[in-house]
């Protein structure tokens, strides 16, 4: 039962446009959230996160939105560049507090392809 | 001064055999972890150490065996290879503070496994 879905696997934008990539998870105990950007033959790099306290969390041309009620969050890339195309993961966690290990529930991913 | 480094990158064995992948990371961290990203590119944990400790343990095969010297590496001993064991697996490090939220984790560039 996969608890974050990613449900588009590829994404095509026109360089200078806005890539939006979308996530859905299933799993109410999850309050923290993040981004990772992979290019391939690399491990994920750490892009973006966003606390569920927050509905919104922007960091240059990277703003992540969060919609608890809709248990959706989406990234949105701003304006998109040709060195952004990467597979982009989204993750879950449950918050320290209630015991949580930092176990990272991840998507599947979704391939972005920015063109010049 | 990679952060997070893996040995090997790449890895091609025969079903039956034993083999181990290490794992370093010169952040200071305490915590470290082993995912396996499958043919689905679904990226799943699997250990988890904490200063040492095991603190994560998924419903992972016995075969496998994590063994943490020290808290700068976690290395991944897996015994008697199956086909079904081919993937990529990347180790990654977080500072894990009690009562914050989820720490960033930092990945390896993965250890592409191959099981013939």
């Known amino acids: 039962d996969q608890q974050v879905k990613q449900n588009s696997p590829s994404l095509s934008v026109q360089e200078g446009r806005i890539s939006i990539l979308n996530c859905d998870y299933t799993?109410?105990?999850?309050?923290?959230f993040l981004w990772y950007k992979k290019y391939p033959a690399e491990g994920p790099t750490f892009l973006i996160s966003i606390s569920s306290i927050k509905d919104k969390n922007e960091d240059g041309r990277f703003t992540v939105f969060l919609n608890k009620s809709a248990k959706h969050l989406s990234l949105h890339i701003v304006p998109s560049q040709p060195g952004d195309s990467a597979v982009y993961f989204c993750?879950?966690?449950?918050?320290?507090?209630?015991?949580?290990?930092?176990?990272?529930?991840f998507g599947q991913g979704t391939t972005l392809q920015v063109k010049p | 001064d990679t952060a997070v480094s893996q040995t090997p990158k790449y890895l091609v064995t025969q079903m039956g055999n034993d083999k181990s992948i290490k794992c370093e990371q010169n952040l200071g961290h305490d915590t470290m972890y082993w995912y396996k990203q499958d043919s689905k590119k679904f990226l799943k944990i699997m250990f988890s150490?904490?200063?040492?400790?095991?603190?994560i343990n998924e419903t992972v095969p016995n075969r496998f065996s994590p063994k943490s010297p020290d808290k700068a590496h976690l290395n991944l001993h897996i015994n008697s290879l199956e086909l079904g064991d081919s993937a990529v697996y990347f180790c990654?490090?977080?500072?894990?503070?009690?009562?914050?939220?989820?720490?960033?984790?930092?990945f390896g560039p993965g250890t592409r496994l191959t099981v013939l």
């Open positions: 150490y904490n200063n040492k400790e095991l603190i």
């Open positions: 799993n109410s105990m999850f309050d923290y």
């Open positions: 990654a490090s977080s500072q894990r503070t009690s009562g914050s939220s989820t720490d960033t984790q930092y």
């Open positions: 993750a879950a966690s449950p918050e320290h507090g209630s015991g949580n290990t930092g176990k990272l529930i």
